[in-house]
T-cell receptor
Framework: KAGVTQTPRYLIKTRGQQVTLSCSPISGHRSVSWYQQTPGQGLQFLFEYFSETQRNKGNFPGRFSGRQFSNSRSEMNVSTLELGDSALYLC?????????????FGEGSRLTVL | AQTVTQSQPEMSVQEAETVTLSCTYDTSENNYYLFWYKQPPSRQMILVIRQEAYKQQNATENRFSVNFQKAAKSFSLKISDSQLGDTAMYFCAWAGTYKYIFGTGTRLKVLA
């Protein structure tokens, strides 16, 4: 069974640009959540989707957005990039509709903003 | 708002010895779950252990066990017989209503 796939793995952008990251969950998993990982800050929750609906979001500015498609694949977008957006962005999927089960993580997309 | 605090940024332990990683959390919700995740260097995050908050019995998975003190909102991870492969970042996490909150992590190094 294929794991969670995130693309691209690495990318470099300049300030003011926008970026779109993609996440394909494990087959059969309908919940997808996104996290920003930076040294010293740990993982910061961005948002969670289930069946194309955003059920919760973290405390990030509106420049961070996401969506989920009918096949459960998810994308997140960051507009007007800032230097502080440099981070590892992790996607995780879960089989259960409730937040009780294990999260399965992808390898992440490492974004560098210059 | 929920918070998760890991007060030990870095720890080290000799191979075969026991180490305890601490975690405290704050929540006003009654139904939640607690987790420890492991992130080995340059590898994917994986689940170590899971605890249902409504269960008083501490969870155990082989060499990994937790000390769950609900009233104190404490959730520590004990690793027995530490192995070199246990070297990783360890994250404590709280899961509530469609939301996960992670701590800042503890970098554990197992020394040969």
């Amino acid at each position: 069974k294929a794991g969670v796939t995130q693309t691209p793995r690495y990318l470099i952008k300049t300030r003011g640009q926008q970026v779109t990251l993609s996440c394909s969950p494990i087959s059969g998993h309908r919940s997808v959540s996104w996290y920003q990982q930076t040294p010293g800050q740990g993982l910061q929750f961005l948002f969670e989707y289930f069946s194309e609906t955003q059920r919760n979001k973290g405390n990030f500015p509106g420049r961070f957005s996401g969506r989920q498609f009918s096949n459960s694949r998810s994308e997140m977008n960051v507009s007007t990039l800032e230097l502080g957006d440099s981070a590892l962005y992790l996607c995780a999927s879960s089989r259960l509709a409730e937040n009780t089960g294990e999260l399965f993580f992808g390898e992440g997309s490492r974004l560098t903003v210059l | 708002a929920q918070t998760v605090t890991q007060s030990q940024p870095e720890m080290s332990v000799q191979e075969a010895e026991t180490v305890t990683l601490s975690c405290t959390y704050d929540t006003s919700e009654n139904n939640y779950y607690l987790f420890w995740y492991k992130q080995p260097p340059s590898r994917q995050m994986i689940l170590v252990i899971r605890q249902e908050a409504y269960k008083q019995q501490n969870a155990t998975e082989n060499r990994f066990s937790v000390n769950f003190q609900k009233a104190a909102k404490s959730f520590s991870l004990k690793i027995s017989d530490s192995q070199l492969g246990d070297t990783a970042m360890y994250f404590c996490a709280w899961a509530g209503t469609y939301k996960y909150i992670f701590g800042t992590g503890t970098r554990l190094k197992v020394l040969a």
